[in-house]
Nanobody, 124 residues
Framework: QVQLVESGGGVVQAGGSLRLSCAAS????????MGWFRQAPGKEREFVAV????????YYADSVKGRFTISRDNAKNTVYLQMNSLKPEDTAVYYC?????????????????WGQGTQVTVSS
């Protein structure tokens, strides 16, 4: 069983920054593919970013490319999402997810464990 706990959400003005963290349980965190997803009211959950087990490769949704950065610290069992130049359309509940086997993917259904989510609200 893997438990994921997100933190760092909040309210920020457009153009501002936030850093989300996701702390994971489990002794094999360094082998997991980790992803960030978000869900706005009335919309489906969508992919934001994914990072491979070592942190050497990352992939982003076009909507956040150049503004968001995903990273991980395997010694701390934590994955981060640095969000800069935030826009009102980034407002959503942000979830981290763990894929404990298989390669990296952008599909919601491919992830095995999910956190409870953290709210990010960007005001205009």
């Amino acid at each position: 069983q893997v438990q994921l706990v997100e933190s760092g959400g909040g309210v920020v003005q457009a153009g501002g920054s936030l850093r989300l963290s996701c702390a994971a349980s489990g002794r094999t965190f360094s082998s997991y593919v980790m992803g960030w997803f978000r869900q706005a009211p009335g919309k489906e959950r969508e992919f934001v970013a994914v990072i491979n087990w070592s942190g050497s490769n990352a992939y982003y949704a076009d909507s956040v490319k150049g503004r968001f950065t995903i990273s991980r610290d395997n010694a701390k069992n934590t994955v981060y999402l640095q969000m800069n130049s935030l826009k009102p359309e980034d407002t959503a509940v942000y979830y981290c997810a763990a894929r404990i086997r298989g390669g990296w993917t952008t599909q919601v259904s491919d992830y095995h464990y999910w956190g409870q989510g953290t709210q990010v609200t960007v005001s205009s």
